[in-house]
C-alpha cells in the first residue's frame, strides 16, 4: 500500500545542532506539507511544496528549511536547533490543492527534542 | 490572518449520545472544510470533508456547513467510548495555495 513515512520517529538532540527530519511518500503525490504541533497552537504549517525544485515558506518557517529534489521526498532541516524547536513535527501530502474534496494525509509524526 | 477556531473542551458526552463538535472560520473565501479525528499520540486522520452547504452524511458522522454563517459542525451519532479523542477542523482557503489551516482541536471523552 502506498503510504508517507517519517524518520527519525523519536530525536534528542542539543542546541545549536543541524537536524534533519525525512519525509517519504509512495503516493506520488506533487504537494508534501510539514506541520509542527505544539499544545495551545494546534497544527501550524511550516513548508510546503507543490512539486519537485518547488519551495514555500508557511507560518512558522524561521529556522527551518526544506529542498524538493524528486517527487517522493521532502526533508525538513533545522538549521541551529532551538529548544523552542522541540515539538512533534507531521509530514503531510496531497494530490491537489484547492479541489473539493481534495484529501491531505499525515505521516507519523516525528517527536523532537531540543536541549 | 486566516482563523480556525473551536472550542479546546473537554466535551464529555455520555455513550450512545450525540457528541456535537463546532468550529467557525475568519475567511469568507474558504472552499472545503475537512474534519480530522487524533488519538493521543498519533497523527492525524481525515474523518470527512464537505464543500457545499447542507449536510453530508457518512455512517454515525455527518458534517454541516454554513457558508453565510462561516461555521462548520461535526455531529456523532451512537457514540462510543472509542470516539474519544481530540477533533480537528480543518480549512482550504483561496486557491490552498497554502494547504490546510487547522483550529486547535477540541477534546471529546465518550464517557460509558
Known amino acids: 500500500d502506498a503510504e508517507i513515512t517519517q524518520s527519525p520517529r523519536h530525536k534528542i538532540t542539543e542546541t545549536g545542532r543541524q537536524v534533519t527530519l525525512a519525509c517519504h511518500q509512495t503516493?506520488?503525490?506533487?504537494?508534501m506539507f510539514w506541520y509542527r504541533q505544539d499544545l495551545g497552537h494546534g497544527l501550524r504549517l511550516i513548508h510546503y511544496?507543490?512539486?519537485?525544485?518547488?519551495?514555500n515558506k508557511g507560518e512558522v518557517s524561521d529556522g527551518y528549511s526544506v529542498s524538493r529534489s524528486n517527487t517522493e521526498d521532502l526533508p525538513l532541516t533545522l538549521e541551529s536547533a532551538a529548544s523552542s524547536q522541540t515539538s512533534v513535527y507531521f509530514c503531510?501530502?496531497?494530490?491537489?490543492?484547492?479541489?473539493?474534496?481534495?484529501?491531505?494525509?499525515f505521516g507519523e509524526g516525528s517527536w523532537l527534542t531540543v536541549v | 490572518q486566516k482563523e480556525v477556531e473551536q472550542n479546546s473542551g473537554p466535551l464529555s458526552v455520555p455513550e450512545g449520545a450525540i457528541a456535537s463538535l463546532n468550529c467557525t472560520y475568519s475567511?469568507?473565501?474558504?472552499?472545503?472544510f475537512f474534519w480530522y479525528r487524533q488519538y493521543s499520540g498519533k497523527s492525524p486522520e481525515l474523518i470527512m470533508f464537505?464543500?457545499?452547504?447542507g449536510d453530508k452524511e457518512d455512517g454515525r458522522f455527518t458534517a454541516q456547513l454554513n457558508k453565510a454563517s462561516q461555521y462548520v459542525s461535526l455531529l456523532i451519532r451512537d457514540s462510543q467510548p472509542s470516539d474519544s479523542a481530540t477533533y480537528l477542523c480543518?480549512?482550504?482557503?483561496?486557491?490552498?495555495?497554502?494547504?490546510?489551516?487547522f483550529g486547535k482541536g477540541t477534546h471529546l471523552i465518550i464517557q460509558p
Open positions: 503531510a501530502s496531497s494530490e491537489s490543492i484547492g479541489v473539493a474534496g481534495n484529501t491531505i494525509y
Open positions: 503516493w506520488n503525490h506533487n504537494n
Open positions: 511544496s507543490y512539486g519537485v525544485q518547488d519551495t
Open positions: 475567511d469568507r473565501g474558504s472552499q472545503s
Open positions: 464537505i464543500y457545499s452547504n
Open positions: 480543518a480549512v482550504i482557503s483561496g486557491g490552498g495555495a497554502d494547504g490546510l489551516t
